[in-house]
């Protein structure tokens, strides 16, 4: 038979802190606190199952709940001497939410149930305090009326306000008993007007409207929201705890407080927090009246500490922040009251923190022998860490909001504003920080969004083109900021009535979306202590490994110093994109010979050739994959008449010509067009440059530092084996050239970007002639979803509210679609070479969520933008430890 209802506190305790799913994070450690021998309030927990049952039984509740929730309340009578509904000596209840997780503020309290025109007199007598009862009386109707009734909160605010008018008072505590019992007549006045019906008399009936609020607030808007934005299923449910009240509001002796066992925004080993005296928990967060610091150490001149005003309970209540550390492991939010001198406990849970000190927290724990190491590695959210790894916000700077957009990369960025590429880039040269700011950003625009210190656009999602490269990058980025309007003409962008110019200043927050009026100050990061004492332990741990995707000097050099194995993807095409390289490019583009195209690329070569030195200079011997070039050739085209003439000219080409070659090479869908190794294919003699200045780099640093580096070439784009095959015989041919011509032979690998359906299908065939499988799961996603990633963004998030989708396909991998893919494709592909090495590279590859995935599925390591090299370290410990497949080191 299913038990619905589970009693806690005065020696009978049915629950435990492991019973969260059931019971609720709030009911599960009531129960544990009374089991431990702390001050609970007795009461009982209706479990999420009920919820569940609730939801899916057209709201109705189970047959046996009914009985088993009187037992239940019988036996709060019995341990407190109390009566629910009794004239003389009331029973009053608590009805509180209780999610397995905590939601904070996101549904429905109800204090004070029980109360009405024949109890409340109960309870002033028996409290011998008139004004007391009134005042809990009053703050039942209040609540009620607008969790259970419906009444706009406002229609209360006005009610008593204008008794206080009256009375010529400012604080509610000035109020009289006389005053409250007018003010709770008023609005008992006011609900039966607003709702057709006097307020409920009856206290069952109270209970179970209360109890009834409590579950559909699991539905509410701000609810839904919650869990949206923190993966919390629908499903889950919400338990309801019922319990006893305590009251901090009789009198100078009573106080309810809420407090952090340490500090939620330091991680400091501190007592953090805020009591009201004579107060319920309501007016804690209301901020009607101002929270006074609990601990002496902490007040400001003419501020009461707890610690003085109230020494026995506020001692009391520093014995039980030493237990429940110890108990739960963990920092503990707390709330309580005090009753006549008496401390109860109302709640305990995990508390929310920032990053900064989740990571404090976890490594002191450790330290002090709370905890051990992989406890530690485990408290850490990995996407967190974005927090720590960017220049933040000083939170006590002032500032001035101009807009806000979507949060695309976190950080902040402060600078000039510019509206081309160019000028961002040779502003940046001069020494001078940039914003760019576009519509929208194009592949051309890549040299000024990798010289600004932070790109803006009013167009595209999390998802689009700015958004993609500036997370590789690092580059804080605000995307689709749509109250902003550009005018490139003018040279300004306007919002809200404001006008800014090129040349003026603005702020960006990458991590909120928000864009700020002038310079806000800010603070640096910090990577040393904490940070790195818990990346050293979650590489112990941790068994894939971690590269970076980086293709300049300085993003592989920021990679290494967050720790990256390697590099995963290096997108040569990037390279291509250079101002001093496009018109070589372009010329190669524009020659409708071979021996045309050959006389560009040569100019090209020297490039490439420096470009992977570098790279393989500061990777010391550690992998290289080199992704060959990859996008449609128009990309690199100008657009509009007045670009290609320009073009023209400086090639002696006639304009028409350079237009009906632009013509020649569009096309109607670019992303399943002439791009990967078809161009290899079609064009041998562009892959033929790249593999030369790879492997002229790699002889030279080998012979240079006597560390030869092992670059792994990947061939993009492969759909079928024989592509494959013929890409592979070009690259070989010119590794035995090189190394004819050096007389240095050194190791290397080809593989293959799996990015097509078809590929993952048939991987073990590919397999027959690849190193390597690198998976780009960017394109993956596009091509088993048939979605196009710059276009997506404008109705994926309406797919996720709507949970037509649980989460966004290119931010966390669709395990059931493509993760299917990359599944079959490691199975298939070592089927054929057991020892065949598998990554991935798409922008995944720094999700945790994603992460968790290719452990799962046994890939060799996971590459991401070097800022997101932290977070995947952590990440796949977090993934080694739940899935048993850790120490590597040790």
Request: net charge negative; hydrophobic share 40%; proline share 5%.
């Amino acid at each position: 038979m299913t038990q619905w209802v589970y009693s806690f506190g005065a020696g009978h305790n049915e629950g435990r802190a492991d019973m969260r799913n059931l019971l609720g994070g709030k009911g599960a450690n009531l129960a544990e606190m009374a089991s431990i021998g702390l001050p609970v309030p007795p009461g009982f927990t209706i479990t999420t199952e009920v919820c569940t049952h609730f939801y899916a039984n057209g709201k109705q509740y189970p047959a046996a709940l009914k009985a088993d929730v009187q037992a239940a309340l019988v036996r709060v009578e019995e341990a407190v001497g109390l009566r629910f509904g009794d004239a003389a000596k009331p029973l009053l209840v608590s009805v509180r939410s209780g999610a397995r997780v905590s939601m904070p503020g996101m549904m429905d309290t109800v204090l004070n149930l029980g109360l009405n025109d024949t109890t409340v007199e109960g309870l002033s007598a028996a409290s011998g305090d008139a004004r007391f009862a009134w005042d809990s009386y009053r703050r039942f109707i209040q609540m009620y009326g607008s969790v259970v009734l419906g009444v706009d909160h406002h229609r209360f605010e006005e009610i008593i306000e204008e008794v206080k008018l009256s009375r010529g008072v400012v604080e509610d505590t000035a109020l009289s008993a006389t005053d409250w019992r007018e003010v709770a007549q008023g609005y008992q006045e006011m609900v039966a007007e607003v709702t057709g019906a006097p307020f409920p008399q009856d206290p069952e009936a109270q209970l179970w409207g209360a109890i009834g609020a409590v579950f559909e607030s699991w539905m509410n808007q701000r609810a839904i929201t919650y869990r949206r934005l923190n993966d919390i299923p629908a499903e889950w449910g919400t338990a309801v705890n019922v319990q006893a009240m305590v009251f901090g509001n009789m009198g100078e002796d009573c106080a309810t407080g809420v407090c952090f066992t340490r500090d939620p925004s330091t991680g400091e080993d501190i007592f953090y927090g805020e009591y009201l005296v004579n107060a319920q928990g309501e007016d804690v967060v209301a901020g009607i009246r101002t929270p006074q610091p609990m601990s002496a150490a902490r007040a400001k001149p003419g501020e009461k500490p707890m610690e003085q005003v109230m020494p026995e309970a506020y001692a009391e209540l520093v014995r039980v922040r030493e237990v429940l550390e110890k108990h739960y492991k963990d920092m503990q939010d707390i709330e309580f009251t005090v009753q006549q001198n008496k401390l109860y406990m109302l709640q305990t849970r995990n508390g929310k923190r920032t990053a900064a000190a989740s990571l404090k927290i976890a490594v002191d724990m450790a330290r002090e022998g709370l905890i051990d190491e992989r406890e530690a590695v485990t408290r850490v959210h990995p996407a967190s860490l974005d927090q720590l790894l960017h220049p933040t916000l000083d939170p006590k700077a002032p500032r001035k909001t101009l807009s806000k957009g979507l949060p695309a990369s976190p950080g902040a960025a402060c600078g000039a504003v510019v509206f081309s590429a160019d000028e961002a880039e040779a502003r940046a040269q001069k020494g001078e920080s940039v914003i760019l700011v576009r519509i929208e950003t194009s592949p051309e625009d890549i040299h000024g969004m990798h010289a600004a210190r932070g790109i803006l656009t009013t167009r595209g999602g999390m998802t689009s083109h700015a958004a993609v490269v500036a997370r590789g990058m690092g580059r804080p980025c605000v995307a689709g900021a749509g109250s902003i309007t550009v005018d490139y003409s003018a040279q300004a962008l306007m919002a809200g009535g404001n006008i800014i110019r090129a040349g003026e200043t603005i702020t960006l927050d990458g991590a909120t979306g928000e864009v700020f009026i002038g310079p806000v100050a800010m603070i640096e990061p910090q990577l040393s202590g904490d940070f790195a004492t818990l990346m050293e332990w979650a590489d112990k741990v941790r068994r894939m490994r971690v590269r970076a995707n980086a293709e300049t000097p300085l993003d592989a050099e920021t990679a290494r110093k967050f720790g990256a194995e390697g590099i995963g993807l290096c997108r040569t095409e990037h390279m291509f994109f250079d101002p001093e390289r496009i018109g070589a490019v372009r010329q190669m583009i524009v020659s409708e010979t071979e021996e045309g195209r050959r006389t560009a690329l040569a100019k090209l070569l020297p490039f490439q050739r420096d470009d992977f030195t570098a790279l393989f200079r500061i990777m010391a011997g550690l992998p290289v994959t080199i992704r060959l070039l990859d996008p449609p050739l128009h990309e690199f085209l100008p657009h509009g008449e007045e670009e290609i003439a320009e073009l023209a000219a400086s090639l002696g080409v006639d304009a028409l010509s350079m237009q009906r070659r632009a013509s020649d090479l569009a096309e109607a869908n670019p992303m399943l067009g002439h791009r990967g190794c078809r161009l290899g294919i079609t064009f041998p003699e562009i892959y033929e440059m790249q593999a030369r200045a790879i492997f002229e780099a790699a002889v030279a640093v080998a012979k240079e530092t006597g560390k030869a580096p092992v670059p792994e070439i990947m061939i993009p784009l492969v759909m079928v084996k024989k592509e494959l095959e013929i890409t592979r015989a070009q690259v070989e041919k010119v590794a035995q050239e090189v190394f004819s011509e050096t007389g240095t032979t050194i190791e290397y690998m080809v593989g293959t970007m799996i990015e097509l359906p078809r590929a993952a299908l048939t991987a073990d065939k590919i397999a027959e002639s690849a190193d390597f499988f690198s998976f780009g799961t960017n394109d993956l996603t596009q091509t088993t979803f048939g979605l196009s990633r710059d276009d997506a963004g404008k109705f994926l998030p309406h797919y996720v509210e709507r949970n037509i989708l649980p989460k966004d396909p290119f931010v966390s991998i669709d395990p059931e679609g493509v993760g299917a893919l990359v599944e079959i494709a490691c199975e298939k592909g070592r089927g054929v070479k057991n020892g065949l090495k598998l990554g991935i590279c798409g922008e995944h590859g720094g999700d945790p969520a994603s992460v968790q995935f290719c452990e799962t599925v046994g890939l060799d390591y996971v590459s991401c933008s070097p800022y997101r090299v932290p977070v995947a370290r952590l990440a796949a410990a977090q993934a080694a430890l739940s899935s048993g497949t850790m120490d590597r080191n040790a």
